[in-house]
């Protein structure tokens, strides 16, 4: 997430670094933590039609103290990213450390379940 948290996991010998080890798009929910995959580049607005109180956030878009900047709906989710379904009511308020150590245990957790 940013430059201030990643997670590792070994699986089978090799170091995956979060954010960029896979051939899917991964996209987790920030409410309960579960995984949605797809193998090929999808529309943001695709995933977001099924969760319409929610928008989409890049992992390697969340800092500590910031906003988090929404994807915008035309645009292509990309191969071997993590993106968070966030709920509306976190989009106008800065991302505290608490709620970033949190998604990223729910990523580590859905990664790991998943491997």
Request: with cysteine.
């Amino acid at each position: 997430m940013g430059s201030c948290a990643s997670c590792d996991l070994t699986t089978k010998g090799e170091r995956r670094v979060m954010g960029n080890w896979s051939s899917t798009v991964k996209v987790i929910d920030a409410g309960d933590g579960r995984l949605q995959e797809f193998q090929q580049p999808i529309r943001a607005r695709h995933v977001l039609h099924n969760h319409p109180s929610t928008f989409l956030c890049s992992s390697d878009t969340m800092f500590v103290d910031c906003f988090v900047p929404h994807v915008p709906g035309d645009e292509e989710l990309q191969i071997g990213q993590i993106y968070f379904l966030m709920p509306f009511t976190k989009s106008n308020k800065p991302l505290s450390l608490q709620e970033l150590c949190s998604l990223v245990v729910k990523a580590c957790s859905a990664l790991q379940t998943e491997s």
